[in-house]
DNA sequence: GTTGATTTTTTTGTATACAATTCTATTATG
DNA sequence: CATAATAGAATTGTATACAAAAAAATCAAC
């Protein structure tokens, strides 16, 4: 059972000091982006323990940051469970990466040296493979990192920091409101973007950013109309009918 | 010695559900804002532990929250330290809050009540009648709280968060940055920026707030010649001189 | 059978004990 | 005397035990 973590303990690769809290964290993480989490899901400390074969300190550890980061809701003296935003709350989230978005492109217009641009490449033409061979929760995991790495290249700490929370929370977005349609294809978006990135056109790398972001919010909107957490709202038609 | 805290474990003001964490979190918080810890400070666990008369597993969890607002530096197996920006980190600091203050500057202006601009008027009387008495750290910590009313009242939680981490960081800055001068007197700039969101005149507000902030960055300019954390600049007349 | 109170179980919050690591001071060696 | 090596103390990392709270289950009354 605890080989799972058995075998990443001792795994000390690229010399990498990471914690055991760090190792958790990042599987959980992980595990929001890639959607194998689904939004509401309690997050059983023990239960925890044993799949990571660690004590409850690290889960409590690992935990604590993810609250920290919002992708997690801590409820004190009721445990942790995987964020699940409102409508509300998504447009606050999408706005916000808008406002960091913007910065960001423009930071990387600027500033972005080829080769890191053609990291920026490999990352989505690894996206697309993921898409093309049908796994999805890669892919948006993939997705994310490429705004991640569009944060790192920006060369600002706090911003990236920053970005991680909203990204992840976005992914949370997405698997919560986004029909069963297979959309979120947004891997020639990110081509686009590369390529006004190459040419340094910052107004035209904004732009297809703010793009970008449009789609993840019309999805919200046609949600909005059907599938709400209004309670009135879901049950007046069943009332009206009676 | 323990009176410290048990009195603040009873009470239970405003019905507030703090937990232990939240208070000594808020302790260490407001201590570094008012710059009674000073970047660099080593914070030990136990020594914590005991002036809050709390376990070392409570002050963890606190330091591993400033930690992740990049308030202390978290060093494995060596302890916590009150974070010191180099003056490279701090202009990327002030960047973010640019761009953070910007959006929020704006959210404020579209959607501020009267009311809430009242509550902004009072603590700036409050932050101006500090500096008076010659209360320099409330004064700045107040100044502070300033721009986190700000970011309340933009109504988005993300951006809120993001600016809890930025304020702070930006009180360590000042904390090392800003010469013996009595400077940073914001508040009469905060006036002038409460005038101009009550006409709602968003331009001028935003420019206003970016005024500000080179006030910020105007110090780290300065600094940047003199007190250096480059070695060799230090002691390069020393050495010419001998 | 449903509701409400009470007990039991589960889960979280906190303290503490021990292991692992880093820091400090002492001693040995050139 | 300076440097290196080593022993000891101090500090952090992790697991575990117990207390407090919440959730679930049992039972009673209607």
Redesign the pocket.
């Known amino acids: 059972m605890n080989q799972t973590l058995d075998s990443i303990k001792t795994d000390k690769k690229r010399g990498s000091k990471k914690?055991?809290?760090d190792i958790v964290y990042a599987h959980i993480f992980d595990a929001i982006l890639e959607q194998r989490l689904a939004p509401g899901t309690?997050?059983?400390?023990?239960?925890l323990?044993e799949i990571f074969?660690?004590?409850?300190?690290?889960i409590?550890?690992a935990l604590s940051r993810l609250g920290h980061e919002q992708v997690v809701v801590?409820?004190?003296?009721?445990?942790?469970v995987v964020a699940s935003p409102t409508i509300e709350e998504a447009r606050q989230i999408v706005f916000a990466r808008r406002v960091v978005e913007k910065a960001v492109t423009e930071l990387v217009c600027e500033n972005a040296e080829s080769t890191q641009v053609d990291k920026l490449k490999k990352l989505v033409e690894e996206e697309q493979a993921c898409f093309s061979r049908g796994d999805r929760g890669a892919g948006i995991r993939l997705s994310g990192e490429f705004h991640l790495l569009m944060a790192e290249m920006a060369n600002n700490p706090p911003l990236l920091s920053f970005q991680r929370s909203l990204v992840s929370l976005c992914s949370l977005i997405i698997a919560q409101y986004e029909s069963g349609a297979k959309s979120h294809c947004s891997y020639d978006e990110h081509y686009e973007l590369i390529e006004a990135i190459r040419k340094r056109d910052k107004n035209k790398a904004v732009r297809l950013m703010m793009h970008h972001l449009d789609h993840i919010e019309d999805k919200l909107s046609l949600d909005d109309e059907n599938a709400s957490d209004d309670l009135k709202a879901v049950f007046s038609g069943l009332l009206s009918g009676k």
């Open positions: 914690t055991q809290d309690k997050l059983n400390e023990e239960s323990g074969g660690v004590s409850r300190t690290i409590r550890r801590l409820r004190p003296n009721r445990g942790a």
